[in-house]
Every structure is written in structure tokens, then in C-alpha cells.
């Protein structure tokens, strides 16, 4: 478990109890925490126990908390698309047009 949780807004044992919590309960697909505009489910908590990979809303969430304390502008970019684009995955959207012509 990250040793600064305090980035979350509340103390170390506090955020650590909520999370052993999480890990101890059943998944019920329900939105367990919201973050900006990111939703944190059981799932994207059940990540942060080991050390394989964390989930993509959690890394998202994170960022946001970052950048909102920052002093100067800054943009983010989701963990899915920065990591299309360093990895040479990302293939540009193409513009669809509807069976009459229309875009």
C-alpha cells in the first residue's frame, strides 16, 4: 500500500482501513468512491493489493488529485491513451458517415 496517502485528503490509518475493508468484502458493482470526475469501484480497489498492475480509473484519479493542487494549469491525459500513444498503439478515430452521407 502507498506509504503517502495523505494526497487523499485523510489520514494514513484512516485510508488504510477503508481499503482493507474493500479488500475484505464482496464486489457489489457499485460505485464505492468518486474521484473528479472518475468512479472507483471494488475493482479498481482490489488493484492496489499486490504488485501486478493498478487499475486505469485509479491511476486517473490520482493524476486529478495531483493536478488540482498544482498552481499553474495543467492537463491530463488518461492512463489508456498516454499509454496507447508511448507504446505506438494508438490508431488516430476516423470520422464515420452515416448511410445518407452525413457525418
Keep these: 500500500m502507498p506509504e503517502n496517502w495523505k494526497i487523499f485528503g ?4 484512516i485510508a488504510k482501513h477503508k481499503v482493507k475493508t474493500l479488500w475484505a468484502a464482496e464486489d ?8 473528479g ?3 472507483l469501484f471494488y475493482t479498481s480497489f482490489r488493484t492496489l493489493h499486490g504488485t ?3 487499475a486505469d480509473d485509479l491511476i486517473d484519479a ?3 488529485i495531483l493536478a488540482e493542487k498544482q498552481q499553474d ?13 508511448f507504446n505506438g498503439r494508438f490508431q ?6 452515416l448511410e445518407d452521407g452525413r457525418p
Excluded at 10 to 13: I, V
Excluded at 73 to 85: D, E, N, P, T
Design 10 to 13: 485523510c489520514c494514513t490509518a
Design 73 to 85: 494549469r495543467v492537463h491530463q491525459l488518461s492512463a489508456v491513451i498516454a499509454g496507447c500513444l
Design 62 to 64: 490520482y493524476i486529478f
Design 92 to 97: 488516430p478515430l476516423r470520422k464515420e458517415l
Design 28 to 35: 457489489q458493482g457499485k460505485v464505492e468512491a468518486v474521484v
Design 52 to 54: 501486478e498492475w493498478l
Design 37 to 39: 470526475p472518475y468512479k
